[in-house]
């Protein structure tokens, strides 16, 4: 069975500082999201990562994929306040089947 | 806005009832999949239907129930609810494509009391 850790779980930064989420999963996948979350809101794609090496950046995000130790990660450079989010990875298992597995979220809170 | 619907966006509703949650997907998507969002669960998958046929099962109680009808909406139902049921019900939709995201609907909150 795929399982899907997200760490950390919580994580309060200032403004302007960087930091990573990471994603670890167990088994061999073919694909890796991340979402953005909004309290009370919907998920929102934020990237999606299909090969080992895949590295994609939008604004202050930038999530790369290494299939070979089953990790991603979410990089946040110069975190602003608007960045105050959860954010998930999930997982797309092999197979014919596209269901996603997701990671337990991150919350990230921006402070001025 | 994904361009997935739902409705209805709240649902307050008594253990042991039966309610019918329902969802329109992307215009072209032939795939749609619900999950639910607990906070004890976090975000679990439900069920997948592609083109009206069922693709894939996950954590489905028996008490629950899908489909996905000839316009591609599907309608998630849910019956003998307990308090346990009460979360954020998503569907989401996607192309069949390598690259095709899963894009969520807005949601739906079921309260049981």
């Known amino acids: 069975e795929l399982k899907v850790e997200q760490n950390p779980l919580f994580l309060s930064m200032q403004e302007g500082k960087n930091y990573t989420i990471y994603c670890n999963y167990s088994?061999?996948?073919?694909?890796l999201y991340w979402y953005r979350q909004d309290p009370g809101k919907s998920l929102e794609s934020l990237f999606v990562?299909?090969?080992?090496?895949a590295v994609k950046q939008e604004g202050r995000l930038m999530a790369s994929l290494d299939t070979k130790a089953r990790l991603s990660t979410l990089h946040i450079t110069a975190a602003v306040h608007d960045l105050s989010a959860t954010y998930f990875c999930?997982?797309?298992?092999?197979?014919?089947?596209?269901?996603?597995?997701f990671g337990t979220g991150t919350r990230l809170q921006v402070t001025l | 806005d994904s361009g997935v619907t739902q409705t209805p966006k709240h649902l307050i509703t008594a253990t042991g009832q039966r309610v019918t949650l329902r969802c329109s997907p992307r215009s072209g998507d032939l795939s749609v999949y619900w999950y639910q969002q607990s906070l004890d669960q976090g975000l679990q998958f439900l069920i997948q239907y592609y083109n009206g046929e069922e693709r894939a099962k996950g954590n489905i109680l028996e008490r629950f129930s899908a489909q996905q009808f000839p316009d591609l909406h599907s309608e998630l139902n849910l019956s003998s609810l307990e308090l346990g049921d009460s979360a954020l019900y998503f569907c989401?939709?996607?192309?069949?494509?390598?690259?095709?995201?899963?894009?969520f609907g807005p949601g739906t909150r079921l309260t049981v009391l």
């Open positions: 088994t061999t996948s073919d694909r």
């Open positions: 990562l299909l090969s080992n090496g």
């Open positions: 989401a939709s996607s192309g069949t494509g390598p690259k095709d995201t899963q894009y």
């Open positions: 999930a997982v797309h298992g092999s197979g014919t089947a596209s269901k996603l597995t």
